[in-house]
């Protein structure tokens, strides 16, 4: 059953109008580049618009890959698709294993969670949705949905093999740098309980991550999140356009932040602190 009739699943031609417009959604994080608030995380500030943290995070994060599902469990009846190559539910599998970690584990155990903007809030959700029907779609129809198909596409299984191993590397590694964090925030909660036990006052206290990738950039997390969607267009090749749209746009989207980031770094805690760091990307900047 539709949600929205031949937008939620989509219809071809309206998939092809999604797309299309997913593909410009670049040009909508430029925006990133002029200014220098951004409503959550470290730079969130207080806002009679703020949501809770872990309440955000969830309710933004969760659409897109339950609108993957949602569009796999009836797109392809409506093309009369009885079953899907064993490719279509690994790269499927993938994108919920993911996304269960990043919508739902992640937000439970963080110590704490700064509050989220709307507007931030809102535009998470258009990205998720937008980003769920897309690759959704080609998995569940407007893709290879027979064996053959995916042999014409000079698909091999060392490609999909090496796909799935940056896959791994990328979201292990972007699990250990959120621990890593973590472990700062906990401490800084121990610190802090410290405090008010002694009656004194308490000031929100920051520190450069120093532990694994942390050693040689400051955001490991943004650029391993980048390698594992690289592993994922590898994996589904290089026709699959919604894949490469998705990494696409999570590089516009996070580039600005992470060299926002930097800036505070550097105001916060001086030069001497992240010298010999790269910021996003080892090697280059």
Request: hydrophobic share 45%.
């Amino acid at each position: 059953m539709a949600i929205i009739q031949d937008w939620l699943p989509a219809s071809h031609e309206n998939y092809e109008k999604i797309l299309f417009w997913w593909k410009l959604y670049p040009l909508l994080c430029s925006f990133q580049w002029f200014v220098s608030w951004y409503g959550m995380g470290k730079t969130s500030v207080q806002s009679k618009f703020n949501l809770p943290g872990r309440i955000a995070w969830i309710t933004m994060e969760v659409p897109g890959f339950s609108t993957l599902l949602y569009v796999m469990s009836t797109l392809p009846a409506q093309h009369g698709i009885t079953d899907l190559p064993w490719q279509n539910k690994v790269l499927a599998g993938l994108f919920v294993i993911h996304y269960t970690y990043r919508a739902i584990i992640f937000p439970i155990i963080q110590p704490s969670m700064s509050p989220i903007h709307v507007l931030v809030w809102a535009m998470a959700i258009v990205f998720q949705v937008s980003n769920g029907i897309c690759l959704g779609s080609w998995l569940a129809a407007y893709g290879p949905t027979t064996q053959e198909q995916w042999n014409t596409q000079n698909w091999s299984v060392l490609q999909f093999s090496v796909g799935l191993v940056l896959f791994y590397v990328g979201l292990a590694a972007n699990y250990f740098s959120d621990e890593e964090l973590r472990e700062i925030r906990r401490g800084e909660l121990r610190r802090q309980a410290k405090l008010k036990q002694q009656g004194k006052t308490v000031d929100k206290h920051y520190e450069v991550p120093q532990n694994g990738l942390f050693k040689y950039m400051l955001y490991p997390h943004y650029f391993m999140e980048w390698i594992e969607w690289l592993g994922y267009w590898v994996a589904a090749g290089v026709a699959c356009t919604p894949a490469r749209t998705f990494l696409v746009n999570e590089f516009f989207a996070m580039l600005p932040r992470a060299v926002s980031g930097g800036k505070w770094y550097k105001q916060k805690f001086g030069e001497d602190k992240i010298k010999g760091k790269y910021v996003i990307i080892p090697g280059v900047y």
